[in-house]
């Protein structure tokens, strides 16, 4: 639509989108290089943004992964969305997908940057602050004010795998019903947590979505689809792509969980896995003396849906192995509609 057209129909003008010092169009795609910083090696990292902005106004989406470097999962979501061309032609409004915000992370194949600081415990972050605040501040001066919603791609930790599921912040209706859009196997609402992402998010009364799916350095091609799916859903229901969407599938809302550990240390097998509805007292792995004399079997303290599950080989006591959901209901489709 052109400016002149949108003038007789009445509606606004979309305005000039200016990111670091390069200022984008309604209408335009462009890729924007943000400077982070150097390596000790004086390699210069640059923040890679893709910015896909239609004529027509609408919201504008900050579409985000590798907040944490080594979750691999969420940097391969957001660069298939923009392989498969998901952002061209948008029918109306704004996005900005940043495949990988922590670069430094990536090549050090850690979730934190290398003094060991978690960008997400670093927001908003400062200029003269530590290299993850430094990061963060990236992210809140450049692209933050421009944003009216935000789609957070992450995995779990080290070997723990997260069941595909949105988390939310406790209290935020908005984000709430975002999360319905986007139609993950669970919605879990937590409160939110100092320096986070999810906290700036609040300070500002912008809705978020924090995806999870998977474990750190290890692609999951289920959690990846579950991701693109959710994002594409979520896009056309609020008309700013034309896709099909598929029927709603089952969401769970998940108010309570709490995590199985491990009573011995040994080699842990499990035979139930995320996603898989179990009840109390049922045996869902084994933990073995190595040395071959003894075997204890895991036993879940709860019934309810397995929404994280522990792939080390190797655990100790005490070591988390299922997350469960004990307290539980299904999301009534009708509220999407
Ligand atoms: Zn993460």
């Not at 049922?282 to 522990?310: C, F, Q, W």
């Amino acid at each position: 639509m052109s400016s002149e057209m949108q003038e007789e129909s009445g509606q606004v003008p979309e305005r000039v989108l200016t990111i670091g010092d390069q200022a984008v169009n309604p209408g335009e795609k462009a890729m924007v290089r943000l400077n982070v910083g150097r390596l000790p090696s004086g390699t210069r990292i640059f923040v890679h943004l893709h910015v896909f902005r239609s004529e027509v106004p609408g919201p504008v989406i900050l579409v985000l992964g590798g907040v944490h470097g080594d979750e691999i999962n969420g940097i391969e979501i957001v660069r298939r969305t923009i392989e498969q061309k998901l952002y061209e032609n948008l029918k109306c409004g704004t996005v900005i997908a940043i495949p990988l915000l922590n670069v430094y992370g990536f090549i050090n194949f850690s979730r934190d940057v290398p003094d060991g600081k978690d960008v997400n415990r670093s927001f908003p972050g400062s200029l003269r602050g530590s290299l993850a605040s430094r990061v963060a501040r990236l992210l809140t001066k450049n692209v933050l004010p421009l944003v009216d919603m935000v789609v957070d791609f992450h995995t779990g930790g080290a070997a723990r795998y997260n069941y595909p599921h949105i988390r939310s912040t406790r209290g935020d209706e908005l984000s709430f019903e975002l999360a319905k859009y986007f139609n993950p196997p669970f919605i879990m609402c937590k409160p939110v947590i100092s320096r986070s992402l999810r906290k700036v998010a609040k300070t500002k009364n912008m809705p978020i979505l924090v995806f999870e799916g998977g474990e750190s350095l290890r692609l999951d091609g289920f959690s990846i689809n579950k991701g693109i799916e959710g994002l594409t859903r979520l896009l056309a229901i609020q008309q700013m792509v034309d896709r099909p969407v598929a029927p709603p599938k089952r969401t769970m809302l998940i108010e309570k969980s709490s995590w199985v550990r491990a009573s011995e240390s040994g080699i842990f097998i499990w035979n139930k896995s995320s996603g898989a509805f179990v009840e109390k007292g049922e045996p869902v792995g084994m933990i073995y003396d190595p040395k071959g004399a003894r075997s204890v079997p895991v036993l879940v303290n709860r019934t309810g849906y397995i929404i994280g599950h522990n792939n080390a080989s190797v655990v100790n006591q005490g070591d988390a192995l299922f997350n469960i959901g004990y307290r539980y209901k299904e999301i009534s489709y009708a509220d999407t509609d």
